[in-house]
């Protein structure tokens, strides 16, 4: 089993940042992939980034790339997602996910373990 808890959520105004962490306690020796996701109200959950075991392979969906950064420090068994120039259509809960993926997935159904989420919400 791993554990998932994400931390760094809040409220901001359009164009500023906030940096998300998930932290993962339990089996992390295991080589997991990690994903963050994000859901708004009445809206399904959307793929958000993705980052491979190593950290050499990332991914993330159209809407964030250029603004949005995902890294790993696999010595403290953390994920980071840096958000940049935040956008009020970016507001939603954010979740983090671990699977095991060669390289990265867009995929919910390829990530075994899930966090609880934290609030992002972005004022106009």
């Known amino acids: 089993q791993v554990q998932l808890v994400e931390s760094g959520g809040g409220l901001v105004q359009a164009g500023g940042s906030l940096r998300l962490s998930c932290a993962a306690s339990?089996?992390?020796?295991?080589?997991?992939?990690m994903g963050w996701f994000r859901q708004a109200p009445v809206k399904e959950r959307e793929f958000v980034a993705a980052?491979?075991?190593?950290?050499?392979?990332?991914y993330y969906t159209d809407s964030v790339k250029g603004r949005f950064s995902i890294s790993r420090d696999n010595a403290k068994n953390t994920v980071y997602l840096q958000m940049n120039s935040l956008k009020p259509e970016d507001t939603a809960v954010y979740y983090c996910a671990a699977g095991w993926v060669a390289g990265t997935s867009t995929r919910m159904e390829e990530y075994a373990y899930w966090g609880q989420g934290t609030q992002v919400t972005v004022s106009s």
């Open positions: 980052i491979s075991w190593r950290g050499g392979s990332t």
């Open positions: 339990g089996r992390t020796s295991r080589s997991y992939a």
